[in-house]
């Protein structure tokens, strides 16, 4: 009998023991997603300098934004983008992934609209075309590179958004090319549909940019998925400067090592940030926005906050 009361009394212990193990995880994992979900509002704007432009050439702001993922009553996301017009870019250059409800074209065109007033140019996402899934949010953190299977109904109103977009006039660069001229500079422009969706197919540049060296000119790249097949295109055509997002920048992401993936095949530690692409000899400036939205169905980010990117191109030395 004593042999059984100690067996018995051990047993206890354990099962205690397991419980209070598996309610500690628990709460460890409430406060981690309670974290996650209240940084995806901790909004801010990364600032950048380019010394990219002809000597004695004027200042040219850029804000690129990226990955809205728009759901309707998003006051705090609203409020913020309409604050981005303080900073009275010169152009906004926008990267895709706008929408992440089938009925929020009404306020991503609202929070954009003081935005909408300055010169722009766009690529589509994926979640431009089609609508997020519900999916086990663990799935996010496989490296996965496969394009995304999407049927009828989960299409987006992206043609309305695009053309909202070009009434106000922003340029739409999906799979082919612009020049504008902006501050006394020649900006030549090349974009692609999403890579993601292996929709890319890059036009090149616009007519006469083989001979714009003999005015100030810069030329400018734009992709929604940084895939590195679009970004060689790119670097071997001699783009000067690349945007692009779709990474989130890992949107879970590990202090003091950065990214665990990036849905696609970039390297991790280029999630987000401004680095180099180096390709046959030549070195391009690149920057990945980590994003501003996360899809509805995995609201949380974890040391990755969201973020504008106010770009000052300023004249080389």
């Known amino acids: 009998m004593a042999n059984t009361h ?3 009394s051990a047993v206890s212990r354990t099962v205690r023991g397991a419980a209070l193990a598996v ?3 628990a709460a460890g994992a409430g406060v981690l997603i309670g974290y996650g979900m209240s940084e995806t509002t901790r909004f801010g704007v990364r600032e950048e300098t380019l010394p990219l432009l002809a000597p004695g050439a004027a200042p040219i702001r850029i804000l690129h934004l990226s990955d809205i993922h728009m759901v309707p009553n998003q006051e705090l996301k609203r409020r913020w983008l ?4 303080d900073l009275n870019p010169d152009l906004v250059i926008n990267t895709g992934d706008n ?3 089938s009925e929020g074209l009404d306020s991503l ?4 609209g003081p935005l909408m007033a300055f010169p722009g140019a766009f690529v589509p996402g994926s979640n431009c075309y089609f609508a997020p899934r519900p999916k086990n949010p663990l799935r996010y953190l496989r490296k996965r590179t496969d394009a995304p299977r999407n049927s009828p109904k989960y299409q987006l109103p992206w043609q309305a958004m695009h ?4 009434a106000a006039g922003w340029v739409n660069m999906t799979n082919r090319s612009h020049s504008m001229a902006l501050n006394g500079t020649r900006l030549d422009f090349t974009g692609v549909d999403d890579p993601h969706l292996e929709l890319d197919r890059f036009a090149g540049w616009p007519a006469g940019s083989s001979t714009s060296n003999q005015a100030p000119h810069l030329r400018i790249a734009l992709a929604h998925a940084p895939y590195q097949r679009t970004l060689d295109k790119f ?3 001699g783009a000067d400067l690349i945007f692009a997002g779709h990474t989130h920048g890992g949107q879970v992401c590990i202090p003091g090592y950065g990214a ?6 970039l390297p991790t530690w280029r999630a987000s940030g401004l680095t180099y692409w180096e390709h046959m000899g030549r070195s391009t400036p690149m920057n990945i926005s980590a994003g501003i939205g996360t899809s509805r169905f995995t609201p949380i980010r974890i040391a990755c906050p969201p973020e504008a990117i106010l770009f000052t191109l300023t004249a080389r030395a």
């Open 6 to 8: 100690r067996l018995a």
């Open 23 to 25: 309610g500690a995880a």
């Open 82 to 85: 309409h604050s981005l017009a």
């Open 99 to 101: 929408l992440g409800h």
């Open 109 to 112: 065109l609202d929070a954009l």
């Open 163 to 166: 053309s909202a977009f070009g």
């Open 235 to 237: 670097t071997a055509a």
């Open 260 to 265: 665990l993936v990036t849905n696609c095949d």
